[in-house]
């Protein structure tokens, strides 16, 4: 299974790539971050020069969504074909196109299809794209009381395979629901984190496996919740409400308006008994955000018993919402230490043992679920904001964490629905549609400018909405909150059509410039290959580029609602190292795959493609000569340049000479004489790749750059190259 020299042994360099693959511990280090690429907008993501070394202290999350084939009715129902097939549907709820009410649509399609959230295929083509994007976890959403254990364990088997062959992947994380997450925290405490179940994936901050969820909220309650009234503190006054606990109690929490203000402050004390009985604890609170409930949490439990909780000595505009019932047993109002009518809003949290043992185990962020508000309290994280999004801060002051998203449902200041006709989508604040991700940009460059620890990104594959006849306090025939169209959606995973991949490299570009990147690998000293000669004549070239091993996997798994079955059989050699060696009279190119090279056959059987002037606009997708379409004479192969129009789906390539090749085993080299391309003069500088059975000439769509991410094998990945530079 080796790469064999001269000597029969394992080439140096080659045999310690291959050990390390087998261990599949470190890793492979392909250099993602060195590669370039351009977008069909003719967008280049930004190199060294732009972006300046790498920055270990820096790191992204992208939230994640395993909910695809789950609470399925029916399907899929697409909502960009339905109104291209009935515009007027969005006026007509009983329209026959739509779906169920409350059932699940999609804004779009994949470029992997209608998939389910357990494809391995997809699955293994996420954790490359999302590695190769500088990703360093994914944040899977579990906002909704479901785990989806079943697709979790499917993904992390997955992101396992991937690694036990060399790959590198993206940790895990889970996003809990934002007000009642004990369930879901236990659950996944039960299913993934106790039984230790991929903990290498695990994704750590400060140390510990990173849980966002409310670490106040993990405990049972009882609770008094009102709006009824809001109460002002006034100056020397003191407000109080008398309670008891049935059982030992870990924090105390009262909600207290603001009336919109954020620069109210008190003192917050609790006493045993009443209101002349002994101080347990007090607390000055600065900062309060309106409608916060204000906890006070003891070192220790309390134990069961009576107690007295007061606010006083207010600070701005501060007070405690009140109801004129009776609401909580054993308990009363006061002011000023004398009882009144109604409760007050509370909330105890009970103390509870295995609550404890989470918050030793985990390293706990707060989720933020407005767009709005900003951060409450220290060591709180968001999901998406509006522009311009908040800092959020740790317990030591620094800046954090940031979230940037594609697009926001937002109506002005108020969450909205995604169908509503100003929410932000990815265009805002234009008011046209734009692959350029004006949204995105915007937030992009926030976060950039603020320069936090931690970006949170919204989102890769949400895909599907339910469809509503209301939401938040709107009503209108048929609505979608999260999603709704290709504008008004917030997915960055590559679409079918519309914008393609356009996110995707945008992604790309913005990652690099808040984490840096490393210089291109500088082409070392001329030298001649001889093409009739061994492989070991490549023993110490550089730069070795790199390709991951085994993104050949074959598809064959159901779609969404069964409604297809998804079959790839198009992988077949599997690219895992690339070389480079000129001299004055040609260039040289070596590449090793994974198995044996299969024997020629057709046209898009180990194809090189070369892009000398790194202008996208001159060839096909900027590649100006393909080498290896045909092989005629013995130990050689056609050299062709591209004569079509420069559109991503113009095939066409007139010959203009041959290049000679050989190959053997797992490897093939071919060289190709700088004349025939053009580069005999001058300093070598071109991109490059190779690509295996990517390309089905005479097919509909076959000659597609996206079938660079979808089929056969491509090194590197999609629409990356390698570049060769003296």
Sequence with gaps: MYPIGKTGLPTLAVALWWA????????????????????????????????????????????????????VKGGPHDITKILAQDPAAMLDPENPLWGPAGSMHHWGESIFGYYNSDDPYVLAKHAQMLGDAGVDVVIFDVTNQFTYSNNARALLDAFARVRQLGGRTPQVAFLCPFWTPSKVVRELANEFYDPGVHQDLWFRWDGKPLLLADPDRLGETTMVDTSEQAVELKPGQALGQSFTAPESIGS???????????????????RRDGPAGGIVMRRVVTSIHDNEWVSLRPDAPLPAGDYFVEISNPQGTVGWWTGSDDGLPGGQAFVNGEPVGGDRSLRLVFHDPEVERLRSFFTFRSPQPDYFLGPTKPEMWSWLEVSPQHVYRNSRGEKEQMSVGVAQNAVGSRLGSMSE????????????????????????????????????????????????????????PVMFVDQFDQEH?????????????????????????????????VA?????????????????????????????????????????????????????????????????????????????????????????????????????????????????????????MPTENDWTWSPVGEASFRYEGRQLHLAVSRRLLGLAEGRLQFDFCWADNTIGEGQVDGCRIDRFTTDGDVAPNGRFNYRYSE
């Design 20 to 71: 390390f693959a087998a261990l599949g511990q470190t890793g492979v280090d392909t250099m993602p971050d060195t590669w370039v690429a351009t977008d069909g907008l003719g967008r280049s993501v930004a190199g060294f020069a732009e972006c300046g070394p790498p920055r270990e202290d820096r790191t992204v999350g992208m939230f994640y969504f395993l909910w695809l084939g789950e609470h």
């Design 252 to 270: 105390v929490e009262i909600r207290v308006p603001t009336w919109t203000k954020d620069d109210g402050g008190a003192t917050l004390t609790l």
């Design 421 to 476: 006709p100003a929410a932000r989508g990815r265009s805002f604040p234009q008011e046209v549609f734009s692959t350029t991700g004006v949204n995105f940009a915007e937030q992009f460059r926030r976060a950039l400018a603020e320069d936090p620890r931690f970006l949170f990104v919204t989102g890769w594959n949400e895909w599907t909405a339910s469809r509503y006849g209301e939401f938040n306090g709107i009503r209108l």
């Design 489 to 521: 959606s917030r997915d960055i995973e590559p679409m079918k059509q519309g914008h393609g991949d356009a996110y995707y490299y945008q992604l790309v570009d913005f990652i690099r410039r808040y984490k840096g990147v490393r210089p291109h690998p």
């Design 524 to 644: 070392g000293p001329a030298r001649t290959v001889h093409v009739e000669g061994d492989f070991a004549q490549w023993e110490d070239v550089v730069p070795v580029y790199r390709d991951d091993a085994g993104d050949t996997l074959h598809r064959d798994w159901p779609g969404y609602n069964n409604h297809t079955r998804y079959i790839n059989t198009t992988g077949r050699n599997d690219f895992v190292l690339a070389q480079v060696a000129h001299d004055g009279e040609q260039i040289a190119f070596h590449v090793a795959c994974h198995e044996p090279i299969t024997e020629p056959e057709g046209a898009s059987w180990m194809l090189l493609l070369l892009d000398l002037d790194g202008q996208r606009k001159t060839g096909w997708n900027g590649y100006d000569i393909l080498i290896n379409r045909t092989r005629g004479r013995p130990g050689r192969c056609t050299v062709e340049r591209f004569s079509g």
